[in-house]
């Protein structure tokens, strides 16, 4: 149901909130503190940036950004859990010294 055509812009106020959690959680922890602020400027520009440009673009700029800005914190979130001094992914060299 979530990013369905026929209810996207519901799916982006679902969205909100999961990216303010995250934007606060991050922002608690000095190592994380940097997607914090890149998680709340992408929850910040979702709800502004369409509303203070719909004189210009009318509705198109939500169409575009929304959906962007969603695969960007999407690839960052991603990278965030993959790199290498993550908690959630141990390398083998980090076993292999662990072990001896």
Not at 24 to 45: E, F, Y
Not at 72 to 93: A, C, L
Request: proline letters at 6%; charged letters at 5%.
């Amino acid at each position: 149901m979530l990013f369905n055509p026929l209810n996207e812009f519901n799916s982006y106020v679902i969205l909100a909130p999961a990216l303010g959690i995250w934007a606060v959680t991050a922002l608690n922890s000095s190592k994380t503190r940097l997607l914090g602020w890149i998680t709340a400027s992408i929850s910040l520009s979702m709800s502004l940036l369409p509303v203070l440009l719909r004189p210009l673009f009318g509705n198109y700029f939500a169409l575009f950004w929304n959906p962007m800005v969603t695969a960007v914190f999407i690839g960052i979130s991603i990278y965030w859990f993959m790199r290498v001094d993550s908690p959630f992914v141990r390398s083998s060299s980090t076993q292999m010294i662990s072990q001896n």
